[in-house]
Structures are given as C-alpha cells and as structure tokens.
C-alpha cells in the first residue's frame, strides 16, 4: 500500500489512471485531504462509494496518535505522536496575535546532540517519511479546527539530514490545487549543514532560511554544537554567502544566550565579526533549562546583551518563548516520558 500523504498530486492522478478511474478524481482527494481535512476514505462523500472502498485497499494515511498533549497559558499547544513504529515525535502550535505557526519535525529524534537540546539527548532514531511530515501539519490543522500560517521546521531533527522528505512535503503543501501554501511561509532552520544551505539556494524556492548559531567562536561553537567540528564556521560562512548571492533572502540566526558562556561584548564583538557583509537577523534565545550546567541569563543581561549588538548594527530581538510553563521546548516532553 502506497502513503497517500506522500503523492503530490500529478502523481495521484497517474494513481487514479493505472486503476481505470478518472484524473479528476485525484482533485477531489486532494480537496478532501487538503482543504476540508479528511483522512479517511469512507468520509469523502463526492466518490463513489466503489471507489472509496478500492482507495482503502490501495491507500493507507499514515498512522499519527496524540498520545499526550500540553496546553500552556498563553495558547501555545504542544503534541507528542506516536507513530506507526511506536516512535516518538513532538510538533508544536504557536499562537501569534496575527497568526498561526506550526513547528513541526523532520526526524525520530536528532543525530547532532547539540549541547543545550532535549531532542538530541533522547538520540537518534530514523527520518521521517514526507507523509509523516505532512501529517503533522493536517493533525495540528484539525486539532484547531482552522488553517495554519506558517510552518517552521524547527522541531526535532536536522531537516538537511533529511530533506529530500523535507522538499516533498513542502512541495505538496505548497500546491495552489490542494492547501497552498506559500514558500515564504515555510522556514527551514539548521544547526549550519553547508551543502544542504547551498542547495536550498539552488532549489528556486523561495523558503526561509534560520541558522542556529550561538558563537560565532570555532571552539566554543564546537563545544556546543559537535556538527561545528566537521562543519566549521568558515564553511558555514561560504554557504551562507552563497545562499545570499542566490536568493537574496536575509538569514535569521538563532542565538541561544547562556549565561557566562556566550554573552559577552567579546562574543558580540565575533558576531560583528562573523557576520560583516551578510543580511541577517539574530534572534536571542534565553537557554531554555535542559541542560543543568547551562544557566538562563537574567533579564538584565539578556537586555544588555540586545543592547550590545543593535549598537553595532544588528537588527535583533529577544525571542519571548511561548509555552515556557509545559515542556514546549524541543525534545522536552519526548525526552521526560522516555526518561
């Protein structure tokens, strides 16, 4: 059996004709898939009943349980699926007052076991299927009963590890017949992945492009993030200048502020550094308090830190983190039920 989650729709319609059906038909499964939601065959009404019992010989919607759900105060909404192998995934809704963001994920969990991140601490497991990508997306869209805005692939895994699943489902979310979704509506985030960087910049579409930095320094960036010690800075700059000569797009960068470790004028004075002739945006994160050795800036500092890089030209903001009240971070709630 085929995932039907999986088939863009071209290849749909090619589904429909090896069975002797119609090409519109396909249309029609994707209007019920994309635009009202459904995922079972049985309740789309507009086939025949013959063919809706052949497409759930043929067909399967790849399995996706709530198996634990947190809601925070300030609306954030964070799931934990299980999925057909009894593997773990977390995705999670952040509610904006002008719109709505999916953070979803790309892998079982996460090779690169960076330092300060719950999801590489439970290790890694597989890729997941560009169904299971999709999947996500529609299971959070029915759980809101409402259509998202934007989908960040900023939740477990590397999306460059996988992105050949990655560019299908955002390929097929994209698609003005089924749910059309813009490409600037999406963003992929990397932990620094040069070849994946550059082949985004090839790809022709448009898609935003987040860097998780957090030094701008080889050694410490390597103690915090071990993709550094084969990726280093150098070549992430060269991928990140290549990306901007293609798109033109600026480059978000994540800086995860950690209290003695990377917030200093000297660490401003590296970005600076770093980042000269390159359109970027930092956005600050407070560490979020996975690992214990890591301790959250203060607001002052965290302030002062801001202070420091918007007096030399970096446009920056402190990222105020929704859903710190449950387990939103990345990994969190997958890593406390495994531990």
């Known amino acids: 059996m085929k995932d039907i989650l999986s088939l863009g729709l071209d290849e749909t319609r090619n589904l429909m004709l090896s069975i002797e059906e119609a090409a519109y038909r396909a249309n029609q499964i994707f209007n019920w898939v994309y635009k009202k939601r459904t995922l079972n065959?049985?309740?789309?009404?507009?086939?025949?009943?013959?063919?809706?019992?052949?497409?759930?010989?043929?067909?399967?919607?790849?399995?996706?349980?709530?198996?634990?759900?947190?809601?925070?105060?300030?609306?954030?909404?964070?799931?934990?699926?299980?999925?057909?192998?009894g593997n773990q995934?977390?995705?999670?809704?952040?509610?904006?007052?002008?719109?709505?963001?999916?953070?979803?994920?790309?892998?079982v969990g996460c090779a690169l076991n960076c330092s300060f991140c719950a999801t590489g601490a439970g290790g890694f497991s597989r890729n997941l299927s560009t169904g299971e990508i999709v999947s996500q997306v529609?299971?959070?869209?029915?759980?809101?009963?409402?259509?998202?805005?934007?989908?960040?692939?900023?939740?477990?895994?590397?999306?460059f590890l996988n992105e050949n699943s990655v560019y299908k489902a955002i390929d097929i979310l994209h698609d003005p017949r089924g749910r059309n979704l813009g490409f600037r509506h999406f963003t992929i985030s990397t932990a620094g992945i040069p070849e994946g960087i550059k082949r985004l910049a090839d790809s022709g579409m448009d898609?935003?492009?987040?860097?998780?930095?957090?030094?701008?320094?080889?050694?410490?960036r390597s103690s915090l993030m071990p993709v550094n010690r084969l990726h280093s800075l150098?070549?992430?700059?060269?991928?990140?200048?290549?990306?901007?000569?293609?798109?033109?797009?600026?480059?978000?960068?994540?800086y995860a502020l950690i209290s003695g470790v990377n917030d200093t004028a000297g660490d401003v004075a590296q970005l600076r550094k770093y980042l000269r002739g390159i359109k970027s945006f930092i956005n600050i994160i407070p560490v979020n308090p996975v690992n214990p050795d890591f301790e959250r800036p203060s607001d002052r500092k965290v302030a002062d830190f801001?202070?420091?890089?918007?007096?030399?030209?970096?446009?920056?903001?402190?990222?105020?983190?929704k859903g710190t009240d449950i387990d939103a971070a990345c990994g969190q709630l997958r890593h406390r039920r495994r531990g």
């Not at 529609?138 to 999306?159: C, K, L, Q, S, T």
């Not at 860097?211 to 410490?220: G, N, P, Q, T």
């Open 138 to 159: 529609i299971h959070m869209e029915r759980a809101i009963d409402g259509p998202v805005d934007n989908v960040v692939f900023m939740g477990m895994g590397e999306p």
């Open 234 to 254: 150098d070549l992430l700059r060269a991928a990140l200048e290549y990306y901007q000569q293609k798109t033109g797009n600026r480059i978000t960068f994540e």
């Open 89 to 107: 995934i977390e995705s999670v809704v952040l509610r904006h007052p002008a719109h709505v963001t999916f953070c979803i994920s790309s892998q």
């Open 306 to 321: 801001e202070e420091r890089l918007k007096a030399v030209g970096f446009e920056s903001a402190v990222r105020h983190e």
């Open 41 to 85: 065959f049985s309740e789309m009404t507009s086939l025949p009943e013959a063919l809706r019992g052949k497409l759930s010989g043929l067909l399967y919607f790849p399995p996706m349980e709530a198996v634990e759900k947190q809601t925070s105060k300030d609306g954030t909404e964070k799931f934990l699926w299980k999925l057909e192998d």
């Open 207 to 220: 898609i935003r492009l987040s860097v998780s930095l957090h030094s701008a320094r080889d050694e410490l």
